[in-house]
């Protein structure tokens, strides 16, 4: 691995670079801006342990990275290979190329481009998480009408959910990424940045990192069943009850752990207990149903509360925040997960694991744990 001027160039698993101006060779992906690097090791990592051969080029600050294969079926192997879900940094991803745009008739420079794609069953318009990005979002919303009336009379789209999904990611008006993903295996929401509308009774802003980890880890029609009003849940470093909030909304009975205030509406539901504890010491009497912790802390330390709580039965599922390092950031959280996965081994137990950088985590990233076996009551 290694870096060139102001860009980052990682390459896997070989070092040649093939022919880039094979079609469809890029896998795109979108990322919080400062985090490109990461994106890079990261797709760097999966692409040579899947024996995909090519590189991953990023500038920094641009919310984006490639990935570049040397075969033009790289990208979709890798797409096939991995879930989307379960990688960390980036934010969305499509695999296609890059098309030069004129200042007028956009449209038939990209109906031309398309031939070469197969039908897609629906279409976002996308831009990055930058300044230029935000400018430009006023433009794709007037484009995306005429373009899908477009490819509907071509042909090109139609409106089935099993189809790949077109994405076009516009990095100014001259330049989009032109680029698909399986409508399975991609972003939740455009750009990967959901729409969640703050709630205006919760006490803190952080509540939406809470609501978003439940959205991204646990499929919906699993909510009612995961996290419902016979749960009980501990909230370490509650303060002011962000987090506590979302599981006082889904009924829950919640013990608040931390030296600072509560919010007195959290209290008033009668729902709270607040306990001025040491979080990283407090341990429930019995088995809790959900475990939160949104402690500021060397991750490590955060990391192993996990393996305490999922180890010895604490809680069966547990939503845990990890500051980020300063370097190395993706091996850094990658070292930290197969410690985690390692002591559940060692215990003999299993223990599902999740690992996103949210849209609403700054310079750290969510984990979920969810045991699997061995759960008593
Ligand atoms: C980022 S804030 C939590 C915000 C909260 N999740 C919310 O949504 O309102 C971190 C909290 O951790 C608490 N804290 C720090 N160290 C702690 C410890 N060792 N035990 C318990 N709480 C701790 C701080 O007092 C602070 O209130």
Redesign the pocket.
């Known amino acids: 691995m290694h870096v060139e001027g102001s860009d980052f160039l990682y390459h896997a698993p070989i070092s040649a670079h093939g022919d880039e101006s094979q079609f469809m060779n890029t896998l795109f992906m979108h990322c919080r801006p400062g985090f490109e690097g990461e994106v890079c090791s990261e797709i760097a990592d999966h692409a040579a342990r899947l024996g995909v051969a090519g590189y991953a080029k990023a500038k920094p600050q641009s919310a984006c990275a490639e990935f570049i294969c040397h075969e033009p079926a790289g990208p979709e192997r890798l797409m096939a290979q991995l879930r989307f879900s379960d990688l960390i940094f980036p934010r969305q991803w499509a695999r296609g190329d890059f098309v030069q745009l004129p200042e007028t008739d956009r449209i038939s420079v990209l109906l031309e481009h398309l031939v070469e794609f197969p039908r897609c069953g629906s279409l976002w318009l996308e831009v990055l998480d930058t300044n230029d990005g935000k400018e430009l979002s006023n433009f794709c919303k007037k484009f995306e009408a005429p373009l899908r009336k477009a490819l509907i009379q071509a042909g090109r789209l139609v409106d089935d959910p099993q189809l790949p999904r077109l994405l076009l990611t516009f990095k100014s008006g001259r330049e989009v990424f032109l680029g698909m993903a399986p409508a399975d295996n991609l972003a939740m929401w455009p750009m990967g940045i959901p729409r969640l509308k703050f709630p205006r009774e919760a ?2 802003r ?2 939406l ?2 609501e978003e980890a439940w959205h991204h880890f646990i499929p919906r029609s699993e909510w009612d069943e995961r996290l419902h009003g016979d749960m009980t849940g501990v ?11 979302q599981l006082v909304r889904r009924g829950m009975l919640v013990t608040a ?4 205030p509560m919010a007195e509406s959290l209290m008033d539901t009668g729902l709270v207990t607040h306990l001025m ?4 010491t407090y341990r429930p009497k019995q088995t809790v149903d959900w475990m939160v912790c ?4 060397k991750p490590a330390r955060n990391a192993a509360l996990l393996e305490t709580w999922l180890g010895e039965n604490l809680c069966r599922e547990a939503v845990v925040n990890l500051k980020l390092p300063m370097k190395q950031r993706y091996a850094e959280v990658k070292r930290l997960l197969e410690r985690i996965e390692d002591g559940f081994r060692d215990r003999g137990i299993k223990v599902q694991i999740g690992c996103k950088q949210l849209y609403h985590d700054r310079e750290e990233v969510t984990c979920h744990l969810r045991r699997l076996e061995g759960a008593k009551r």
């Open positions: 006490p803190s952080s509540t990192k809470l909230d370490l470093g509650a303060a002011p009850g962000g987090w506590t909030y752990i931390d030296n600072g504890a040491d979080g990283f949104d402690i500021v802390e």
